[in-house]
């Protein structure tokens, strides 16, 4: 069964300094992997998604994450934070067949990593 | 052209009494799909509709029950209602046939149970 663990609940960063979210996965195939962000009293808000094309995905807002298939790892970055940054991000993994197609599956989100960030 | 759209934003209820939750899927989608957030955690599936028929589940009991409509739009039902049901309830979107996780998040319902 797919799985998502997300190291940090919470991470704090200084305003331009850069952003690492780890996430690791866990998933018998080539999985489809997400990043979401959910700002306070609102809902998610895809960042970016790896359905299996280059293993460098670039997302709004100046995120990028890249899947390594070695290390399990989708790990979240930006090179300089903002303000607009502070929230909840969310990584999650399909439960479906992935990249070997079948139904489109659900989403089986980590549980979270709140980013502050500093003036 | 609009989004996911939740209703009720808010909700109070009695443990034990019955809750309706209700969404419309963003234009053209016609997958609805929804999911339970506890405070501190991140969304658990609950169950997804398609063609009016419900097609995938997650692991909670029969009390948590749905509906599709004709028009694509949804609701969620909850019976004898917890107080470990308070939660953000999150609709999602989606196009079958697109089946490039597309997925189209509202802004959720939040159900508070005294």
């Known amino acids: 069964a797919q799985s998502v663990t997300q190291l940090g609940s919470h991470v704090s960063v200084s305003e331009g300094a850069l952003v690492l979210l780890r996430c690791n996965y866990s998933?018998?195939?080539?999985?489809?992997l997400f990043w979401y962000v959910q700002y306070p009293n609102q809902g998610l808000q895809l960042l970016l998604k790896?359905?299996?094309?280059?293993?460098l995905v670039k997302g709004i807002n100046g995120f990028e994450a890249e899947f390594k298939k070695s290390e399990t790892s989708f790990h979240l970055t930006k090179p300089s934070a903002h303000m607009s940054d502070a929230a909840e991000y969310f990584c999650?993994?399909?439960?479906?067949?992935?990249?070997?197609?079948?139904?489109?599956?659900?989403?089986?989100f980590g549980k979270g990593t709140k980013l502050s960030v500093k003036p | 052209d609009a989004g996911v759209t939740q209703s009720p934003t808010h909700l109070i209820k009695t443990r034990g009494q019955q809750v309706t939750l209700r969404c419309s899927p963003k234009?053209?989608?016609?997958?609805v799909s929804w999911y339970q957030q506890a405070l501190g955690q991140g969304p658990q599936f609950i169950f997804q509709?398609?063609?009016?028929?419900?097609?995938q589940r997650g692991n909670f009991p029969d009390r948590f029950s749905g509906h599709q409509f004709p028009n694509y739009s949804s609701e969620l039902n909850v019976n004898a209602l917890l107080l470990g049901d308070s939660a953000l309830y999150l609709c999602?979107?989606?196009?079958?046939?697109?089946?490039?996780?597309?997925?189209?998040f509202g802004s959720g319902t939040r159900l508070t149970v005294v």
């Open positions: 999602a979107s989606s196009l079958e046939m697109g089946r490039n996780y597309g997925y189209t």
């Open positions: 998933s018998s195939v080539p999985p489809y």
């Open positions: 509709y398609y063609e009016e028929e419900e097609r």
């Open positions: 234009s053209g989608h016609d997958t």
């Open positions: 999650a993994v399909s439960d479906s067949g992935g990249v070997y197609g079948g139904s489109q599956g659900n989403l089986i």
């Open positions: 790896y359905t299996s094309a280059a293993t």
